[in-house]
């Protein structure tokens, strides 16, 4: 059984940035593409970034230029620095593979706002 913790959220004014972190135990996800979900109230859960286990990404256009993912294979982390935030980005963000394997974590709440 996968576990998936995320952690580094926070509230940040327009134009700030965090980084995001989410470790995965219990199985070798390394195998697999990873991805950066967030879900906005009232809206669908959606994929903002995604890395392939040789490290490619790729990034919706909303958040292009301004998200970067990252992975460590070894401890079987990925990151996600987040710069030029704007209120739009406020969600929660979720971690997982991609397509989604496993069960979600509970996610890291992000606030952008003034």
């Known amino acids: 059984q996968v576990q998936l913790v995320e952690s580094g959220g926070g509230l940040v004014q327009p134009g700030g940035s965090l980084r995001l972190s989410c470790a995965a135990s219990?199985?070798?996800?390394?195998?697999?593409?990873m991805g950066w979900y967030r879900q906005a109230p009232g809206k669908e859960r959606e994929l903002v970034a995604r890395?392939?286990?040789?490290?490619?990404?790729s990034y919706p256009d909303s958040v292009k230029g301004r998200f970067t993912i990252s992975r460590d294979n070894v401890k079987n982390t990925i990151a996600l620095q987040m710069n030029s935030l704007k209120p739009d980005d406020t969600a929660v963000y979720y971690c997982n593979t991609d397509p989604v394997r496993y069960s979600w974590g509970q996610g890291t709440q992000v606030t952008v706002s003034s």
């Open positions: 219990g199985s070798t996800p390394s195998i697999r593409a």
């Open positions: 890395i392939g286990f040789g490290g490619s990404t």
